[in-house]
């Protein structure tokens, strides 16, 4: 999961930001962007214990800024909307609600995190899934700071 949300991420937000590229001026120039993306994935689900396959939408939005040194800074968040599913061994209905923020501040010391809270729900039955994913990395390319957490919450 993390890594699909990731790559449709940055494959949409590199775009915009090249493309904002060509248009800087003396200034900073902000980009903002909103668009959906169809969402099509098969995720396990510990609590069930099972593969289920989602369909749904993605929608994203938030803003690029491009600094006249260069610098880049991205702040993006995403929901998922309508994402439905149906389990494979159970054959049981799912929805899937959830945000997802993540924030790039290309400069040097760049920073790259992004915080993730979902619910999924089945036959009554709620449950929590959380990812948070933070790294630094300083201006000879060492990384500095990383961790990340990823929680489930079963009843």
Do not use: R
Not at 77 to 104: E, P, R
Not at 121 to 135: A, D, F, L, R, T
């Amino acid at each position: 999961m993390k890594t699909k949300l990731f790559s449709i991420t940055l494959i949409g937000l590199l775009a915009i930001s090249l493309a904002s590229w060509t248009s800087m001026n003396t200034g900073a120039t902000t980009t903002p962007f909103n668009y959906s993306v169809p969402f099509d994935a098969t995720l396990y689900v510990p609590c069930t214990d099972e593969l289920v396959d989602f369909t749904g939408n993605l929608h994203v939005h938030g803003n690029t800024v491009m600094k006249p040194n260069g610098s880049v800074n991205i702040n993006a968040h995403q929901n998922l909307q309508g994402v439905s599913g149906i389990g494979q061994t159970s054959g049981d209905s799912y929805n899937y609600n959830g945000a997802y923020h993540v924030h790039i501040n290309g400069n040097v010391g760049e920073t790259y995190s992004e915080s993730f809270n979902s619910k999924i729900v089945s036959n009554g039955n709620q449950w929590n899934h959380k990812h948070n994913y933070h790294i630094t990395v300083n201006a000879n390319g060492e990384t500095t700071v990383e961790f990340y957490t990823h929680v489930w919450e079963c009843n």
